[in-house]
């Protein structure tokens, strides 16, 4: 990985720090609300930090794990994921959370109130979601919203920003997760593999799995310009 992965994250920006032993932080996998917070332990590698013109961003691996037994040590994988955060230049106001429209998990979001409403709790206060209808098809047969604000859902999700996720989820395919949060976006793309471990065995490794490789790692480049981050259209307060 020292050898085959660092190049590949060097080809594609020389000034971005990998570090293959590292991941993310857990206070922004907590932040980003992404991930049920019932694991009793979390793992990661593969940690890149970089800066993408004005947009600074991270990106790992990320695994939470079930407590472990005598028959199973290390747990059971509960969720695993390649994970990314990037500042969005906004200060939201509420917190808005996009999801698989055929995932289930929506509805395990603190209380289940009923209907087209959930609940969730932050700092010891129950707030509530409401479900976002918006104006495109296509991305509403991919993905539902939810937000504890309505009128900034809106605002965040522009045509332009609905077009862009709904081209992500088509090229990668697997169940991908949104959440704009704080000043932050994050994005975690669910894998039920290990993303960067290139297989040795054989007579040279598969360029089949450096490609693989390079698109999730080009992912870091193509969110922040598809969503176009570096536009600056909002400050923070």
Known sequence: KEIIVKEIVSFLDPTWK???AKRVDEKH???????????????GD?????????????????????????????GKTLF?????????????????????????????IGDFIGGSKKSIIENNTIKVMNLVKL???????????YSTD???ARYILTPKI???LVKIKKQFKNDIYFSFSGTRIYMALKSDQNLFEPRFYGSIISFNDIEIMY???????????????NTRIWTKK
């Open 80 to 108: 695993k994921c390649f994970f990314f955060h990037a500042d969005f230049n906004k200060e939201f106001n509420g917190n808005t959370f996009i999801r698989p429209e055929s995932d289930g998990f929506i509805k395990k």
């Open 29 to 43: 996998i907590k932040s980003s609300g992404l991930i049920k917070n019932n694991y009793s332990w979390i793992q």
């Open 150 to 152: 309505q009128i900034e």
């Open 18 to 20: 990998y570090d293959h």
């Open 162 to 164: 609905m077009e862009s």
């Open 215 to 229: 698109n999730l790692f080009y992912l870091n480049k193509l969110f922040i310009k598809e969503l176009n981050l």
């Open 46 to 74: 593969d940690l890149i930090i970089g800066k993408i013109d004005k947009t600074e961003f991270e990106s790992s691996e990320i695994t939470t794990n079930s407590s472990g037994s005598f028959f199973r040590p290390m």
């Open 135 to 145: 104006e495109n098809p296509e991305f509403e047969s991919f993905f539902q919203v």
